[in-house]
């Protein structure tokens, strides 16, 4: 093999959910450096797929590595250390500040007595200063706003120094200001200083927009896996999502979007006898 | 998201305050000093308390340095607050231990059952003991350690089963279990010579008196070594109250924490039951009480917890046989009495449906 090893490489994978398989052997590869997003509707295994590769789940057949190391041999501490995660659900059953917070992210560095040095502490605030929460160090997380909430944890997977990012729906819940404020994050951590970033989304345009390489999952198969203008194919995309999507081109970027058709006009006076608001003029 | 109840915004600037120093071993040490300082003074006012005027006097003034009161205070009053204070600092730490690893703020090894089932196999290991002419001073407390791990395994199976357990669940759990261990133990009791067991219905509510010297040396073997652990874990169970998939992900050896933790945290809770009996609701106050100061980080908690409970159980202990002498009452009717209102507010406070087991 030429040059680096892979940052993710699953051969083959098979995983079953309770007797129920998720996927039956599937390849997919990523390279260092790389963007890539997992798009795919709900239950379609992006999220499976993101804990096969993380080693929070392990597959049923085939095999994963992490840059070339079999996931499976690595002890927890080393694997922190190659890989980490911005999990979908981050609730905490006790209140920590933020600096507790991103600091857990050091877990796999403490020694023995679990004291943080100063280098930790270093690294530490220069995750929180990357994610624009360092004004925050000192306030207890329930304090902060959804978004802020989700850049605490993206600095806490910073605080890792792991060169492979995973993400699982970053953007859930937020509004479009902070949804931009997390992908140009990702888009800068990724061009600037060189981390591997997989992530699943359900906004599909966004992820269009930020990532070179989209990954397109349907019931456990790769259905589609390549730059945005090849995966976004109408029918494709209408027929993954199981519902009809046009796909237009951005004339600035060139960078295509995909949306529902233009909902058909309903009948002036609906059965209630008020009219439809998209019939009011 | 949070599950710690706040009172008031003013409260919640100064434990934003508080809990906005963060761990350092210099904090540790001046929390742990303060408090050692706290339980000294506590520890000697204790000695001076009780149904007789003996007092430490007798112990400083040569003249009176052999007289019986030096005697109440070296081998009545004094073993008996040693192990008011090993009790209060195992249930204590146990209890910080226990809310971390089901994250669940209500959790306490009382209201879950884990003492219970430490009872049981006290009272099992006592019935058969003495049919059989053993000695109980490491059998019991084996017993009880047996008791306790099956407790919490069953607790663990159950959450186990149901994925995610809520924490109104679990304490559901625990009071069924509660119930089927007291009737175990009545069912022992009534079976074997009630006349034998005079002490047993005090045992069950609580109660403290004083230890041999090979008992007292049983019960620290288990607190020192316990104590330490879970403290050394502290940042593994830190991260595990987000989860146990995010404490893999930052580089815990869950397994490992989890089997270590739950060992020492049993184990802890049956030296103290073994000794003491059901002493309800300490593993659940003085934790909380802890957070409100400190922060939730359990590096600190645990030991701090362990010093406040130790504090609050000589306090309560010196109250419960010093309040209505030559009357003693049990010192889990008034841990109890205090920690019943305690849960009630803290459970008001629990927003329904958060937190998860492991």
Redesign the interface.
């Known amino acids: 093999m030429n040059g680096p090893p892979a940052a993710v490489a699953a051969r083959n994978i098979g995983f079953s959910y309770r007797e129920t398989p998720v996927f039956r052997g599937i390849d997919f590869t990523v390279a260092p450096g790389e963007m890539v997003a997992l798009i795919g509707p709900n239950g379609s295994g992006k999220t499976t797929l993101l804990k096969l590769i993380?080693?929070?789940v392990a597959p049923t057949g085939g095999g994963v590595t992490l840059s070339g190391k079999p996931i499976e041999r690595l002890?927890?501490?080393r694997?922190?250390?190659l890989?980490?995660?911005v999990?979908q659900?981050?609730?905490?059953?006790?209140?920590?500040?933020v600096?507790?917070t991103v600091?857990?992210?050091r877990?796999?560095?403490?020694g023995?007595?679990?004291?943080?040095t100063h280098e930790d502490i270093a690294v530490a605030q220069e995750a929180m200063r990357r994610t624009g929460t360092l004004q925050f160090a000192?306030?207890?997380?329930?304090?902060l706003s959804g978004g802020e909430r989700q850049l605490v944890v993206i600095a806490?997977a910073l605080a890792?120094k792991a060169r492979l990012l995973l993400l699982d729906e970053p953007t859930a819940f937020l509004d479009i200001k902070h949804r931009m404020e997390i992908y140009d994050l990702l888009l800068g951590l990724n061009a600037e200083e060189g981390l591997t970033i997989v992530t699943t989304s359900h906004d599909i345009n966004l992820a269009a927009r930020y990532c070179r390489r989209i990954v397109l999952i349907k019931q456990g198969l790769i259905r589609a896996d390549g730059p945005p203008d090849q995966v976004f194919q109408p029918e494709l995309l209408s027929d993954v999502y199981d519902t009809p999507l046009h796909v237009m081109t951005d004339p600035a970027t060139g960078i295509p979007y995909a949306l529902p058709p233009i909902v058909p006009t309903a009948p002036a006076v609906s059965r209630g006898g008020f009219p439809h608001p998209k019939t009011i003029r | 998201m949070s599950s710690v109840p706040s009172l008031s915004p003013a409260f919640d600037r100064l434990r934003a305050a508080a809990t906005g120093r963060r761990f350092t071993a210099g904090r540790a040490a001046a929390v742990i000093a303060l408090l050692s300082v706290v339980l000294i003074v506590a520890v000697l006012f204790s000695l001076t308390v009780g149904s007789t005027s003996a007092g430490i006097l007798d112990l400083v003034l040569p003249s009176r340095a052999s007289s019986e009161s030096a005697t109440i205070l070296m081998r009545v009053r004094l073993p008996r607050i040693l192990l008011a204070l090993a009790v209060g600092a195992s249930l204590s730490a146990a209890g910080v231990c226990f809310q971390a690893l089901l994250r669940n703020p209500l959790a306490d090894p009382y209201i879950l059952g884990i003492s219970g089932g430490a009872g049981l196999g006290a009272i099992l290991s006592s019935a058969l003991a003495a049919g059989a002419g053993m000695p109980l001073t490491l059998l019991r407390p084996a017993a009880a350690f047996a008791g306790s791990l099956g407790a919490v395994m069953l607790l663990l199976a159950m959450a186990r089963r149901h994925g995610r357990l809520l924490p109104e669940t679990m304490i559901l759990l625990g009071v069924v279990m509660n119930a089927t261990i007291m009737a175990a133990i009545m069912f022992i009791i009534t079976m074997a010579d009630f006349s034998r067991y005079a002490g047993t219905m005090y045992w069950l509510l609580g109660n403290l008196t004083s230890p041999t010297p090979a008992e007292l040396a049983m019960v620290y073997g288990c607190l020192g070594p316990g104590v330490l652990v879970l403290a050394l874990l502290g940042q593994g169970l830190n991260v595990m109250t987000g989860g146990e998939e995010l404490a893999g992900q930052v580089g815990v050896d869950v397994p490992r924490l989890r089997i270590l933790a739950l060992l020492a945290a049993s184990l802890i809770t049956a030296a103290a039951v073994s000794m003491a009996g059901l002493v309800g609701f300490v593993g659940l106050m003085v934790p909380h009480l802890g957070r409100a100061w400190l922060g939730p980080d359990n590096r600190l908690l645990v030991p701090a917890s362990a010093l406040l409970g130790a504090i609050i159980l000589v306090m309560a202990d010196t109250a419960a046989r010093s309040l209505f002498a030559p009357t003693q009452i049990p010192v889990g009717v008034i841990t109890a009495l205090f920690g019943g209102p305690c849960f009630l507010w803290l459970f008001a406070r629990h927003r329904p449906g958060e937190g998860t087991a492991a």
């Not at chain 1, 659900?89 to 500040?97: I, L, Q, S, Y």
């Not at chain 1, 023995?112 to 943080?116: A, K, M, N, P, Q």
């Open positions: 993380s080693g929070a002890s927890s501490g694997k922190a250390r890989v980490a995660v999990p659900e981050t609730g905490m059953t006790f209140d920590f500040t600096m507790e600091l857990m992210g877990t796999a560095y403490l023995r007595f679990g004291v943080e000192g306030r207890l997380l329930s304090h806490r890792q």
